[in-house]
């Protein structure tokens, strides 16, 4: 069907754009030597996961239910890292994933027997302790951060069955960030990397966004595996769904207090979520800065501040024609970090799944209804 059609709220996905990413972050394997897996937390859209898992070397996966899901749409190989795992699902895990990154010693001597029998390669995650995110929400390396051994409690005598280390410093950063990172790491842990087989380096990497370094993480990755003799993983969720999609809504309603409102059939709250928790302005198709129209746009939640871009600061969009009853609004580059997080909260559909071909045909592949709510309460 073509785009106008489709029934909203519905998030698109343009072939073209996952494709450009994919090849990108293809070549930087290609080129560094590095292993590329697609961080499932950020980006895990049914549609596209057969361009992804047959361009990328693997996924990485947050816990039991995502490994499933990388097991099930063919990915070449598996790695999971959870904060903690339990009993319940370990044994899985291990049989599952192709590499299992423990968070702790005391995970790692709790789960070490069946870890040692089994087939996977046992990593383990440090922090750093050098970060430039942007924010503590997205700072893995905070004050009392939970995630990540510090130089400080790794224990050095217990790494009998240890492959690799992990770690994960970045959000939305440069290639000049990881230079940093990299550096702090190699300094606290460098005297144990001979002794690994693999170093991850995390997501984070900004790497599809236009003027990311690629040259310079090619030779970040290529100089660092030489060194150390150790095979290199990057594991970005953003960067592969970065800008390759969008979240069309349409507009039911339009209340005007003040200051016009448009009541639609989507939510920030719901489905966009991180530009509540970023937080951030999403763009809007066809805004005009200096427009003469302005707009506000709210979900159809009980929630007051189910206002797009409100928490960002500005609210108001401008456009040089009127909005009416019944438009259609696309909400820019909404595919990473949004399906994987969404709630049915207020009982509020949950936008359906489509993807866009090279020539503008969209195809829904996933619709939303009462049973997905109904299941779930
Ligand atoms: C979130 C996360 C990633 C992916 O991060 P992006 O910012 O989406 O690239 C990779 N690895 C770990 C351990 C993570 O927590």
Sequence with gaps: MKLQDIKTPAYVCQKSKLESNLNLLHYVAKESGAKVLCALKGFAFSPGMPLVSSILDGATCSGLIEAKYAKEHGFKEIHTYSPAFSDDDIDEVLAISHHVV?????????????????????????????????????????????????????????????????????????????????????????????????????????????????????????????????????????????????????????????????????????????????????????????????????????????????????PIYSFDNPINIGDKVIFEDQIHYTIVKNTTFNGVKLPSLAMMDNDGKVTVCREFGYDDYAKRN
């Design 102 to 314: 423990f968070n702790s010693f005391t995970q790692w001597k709790r789960f070490a027997t069946k870890a040692k029998n089994s087939s996977a390669s046992i990593g383990l995650r440090v922090n750093p302790n050098v970060s430039a995110s942007p924010t503590d929400m997205y700072n893995p390396c905070a004050k009392y951060s939970r995630l990540g051994i510090t130089k400080q409690n790794f224990e050095f005598d217990f790494l009998d069955g240890i492959d690799g280390l992990h770690f994960h410093a970045l959000c939305e950063e440069s290639a000049w960030s990881l230079k940093i990172v990299l550096e702090a790491f190699e300094e606290q842990f460098g005297d144990i990397l001979p002794r690994m087989k693999w170093v991850n380096f995390g997501g984070g990497h900004h790497i599809t966004k236009s003027g990311y370094d690629v040259d310079l993480l090619i030779l970040l990755i290529k100089n660092f595996s030489q060194k150390y003799g150790v095979e290199v993983y990057i594991e970005p969720g953003e960067a592969v769904g970065w800008e390759c999609g969008f979240l069309i809504a349409s507009v039911l309603d339009i209340v005007d207090n003040e200051q016009k409102t448009c009541i639609i059939d989507a939510s920030a709250e719901c489905h966009m979520p991180d530009t509540i928790l970023m937080p951030y302005r999403p763009k809007i198709r066809g805004e005009s800065q200096n427009g003469k129209f302005s707009y506000r746009f709210g979900g159809a939640t009980c929630l007051a501040g189910d206002i797009v871009g409100a928490e960002a600061g500005d």
